[in-house]
């Protein structure tokens, strides 16, 4: 079992829909989670960033983090074409001193339809 | 664009070659990170230094090897290249040692082994 399961999609959605994308997470361990979007395998763009449980926002994305339920959701409201992309979880944590490397989700891929 | 410079973007060599892959964190950032990712693996941590020190291991095959100069710009060394190699790699940097920090991405190295 992977550290972090996310569905690969497809997802396609018409222009001003509300995404929804989802990863859950097998490590209690981890404190930090992000999300990337990554064009046409460009580098991976950091879209949102939360530490422990909760809801963070920005402009149209929306990050929620359930660390009781090991779940993390990335909300995209009034989506654009622009949009389109592949969407990235990532976590990373650890006891003390240790190193921070990320562990992703394998990526949702999502088209917004014009 | 992120900061964080790396060369070549391209590379296409033989197998059983030898190929250096270099990377430029953003500046003032000490630490690197090197990402393997592929089709069938997804995005994979590999290795980390932090101010020219390695700092943790990922998935990281006895055939690479790299290096964080004093100037901070790190080098992935991948040798006796074989077919499944091929993959995109990329680096990114963080300011930090420690948990909290947030990795941002260079636009990656595509290399191909045939």
């Known amino acids: 079992q992977k550290e972090v399961e996310q569905d690969p999609g497809p997802l396609s959605v018409p222009e001003g829909a509300i995404v929804s994308l989802n990863c859950t997470y097998s490590n209690s361990a981890f404190q930090y989670f992000m999300w990337y979007r990554q064009y046409s395998r460009k580098g991976p763009e950091l879209l949102m960033y939360t530490y422990s449980s909760g809801n963070k926002e920005d402009g149209r994305f929306t990050a929620q983090v359930d660390k009781s339920s090991k779940y993390i959701s990335l909300f995209i409201r009034d989506s654009q074409p622009s949009d389109s992309a592949t969407y990235l979880c990532?976590?990373?944590?650890?006891?003390?001193?240790?190193?921070?490397?990320?562990?992703f989700g394998s990526g949702t891929q999502l088209t917004v339809l014009p | 664009d992120s900061g964080v410079t790396q060369t070549p973007k391209h590379l296409i060599t033989a197998t059983g070659q030898r190929v250096t892959l270099r990377c430029s964190p953003r500046s003032g950032d000490l630490s690197v990170y090197w990402y393997q990712q592929s089709l069938d693996q997804g995005l994979q941590f590999l290795i980390q230094?932090?101010?020219?020190?390695?700092?943790a291991k990922g998935n990281i095959l006895e055939r690479f090897s790299a290096q964080q100069f004093p100037d901070l710009h790190s080098e992935l060394n991948l040798s006796s290249l074989e077919l499944g190699d091929s993959a995109l790699y990329f680096c990114?940097?963080?300011?930090?040692?420690?948990?909290?920090?947030?990795?941002?991405f260079g636009p990656g190295t595509r290399l191909t082994v045939l």
């Open positions: 990114a940097s963080s300011g930090h040692q420690r948990g909290g920090d947030t990795q941002y």
């Open positions: 230094y932090y101010n020219g020190e390695e700092r």
């Open positions: 990532a976590t990373s944590g650890g006891s003390s001193g240790s190193a921070r490397q990320l562990t």
